[in-house]
């Protein structure tokens, strides 16, 4: 658990360090985030060494939301302020995702069916 932890926390350590040093705008756990799918794609870490950690997390992801949900409120009067703006960029957002991760999919099941 200590292990999967510590190697959880030092991706998201690089991927802060990476954000802050180049001074882009994606966030460092992001960047985190992508460098430890890398680096699982590609068996650099094996699974089983970030399982424990991953499970524990993802079991309590519900509570891990409470603090944004409780930041949210401090902006309640710019949020009110910027409704619509916010509706309409979280709609077409959406609808982007939704067709990105569409087309992904269609590649992937391609991808699959012309291996098999």
Do not use: C, H, R, W
Request: glycine share 6%; hydrophobic share 55%; proline share 5%.
């Amino acid at each position: 658990m200590v292990k999967s932890l510590t190697i959880i926390f030092l991706y998201l350590f690089i991927g802060d360090t990476i954000s802050t040093l180049l001074n882009i705008p994606i966030p460092g756990n992001v960047i985190g985030m992508i460098l430890l799918t890398i680096s699982l794609k590609t068996n650099l870490i094996k699974l089983e060494s970030v399982k424990p950690a991953a499970d524990v997390l993802v079991k309590n992801m519900a509570f891990l939301f409470v603090p944004p949900g409780v930041g949210i409120m401090i902006y309640f009067d710019l949020i009110k302020k910027e409704f619509i703006p916010i509706v309409i960029s979280y709609f077409f957002s959406t609808l982007a995702v939704l067709f990105i991760v569409g087309k992904v999919q269609q590649i992937m099941d391609k991808k699959n069916e012309s291996n098999n």
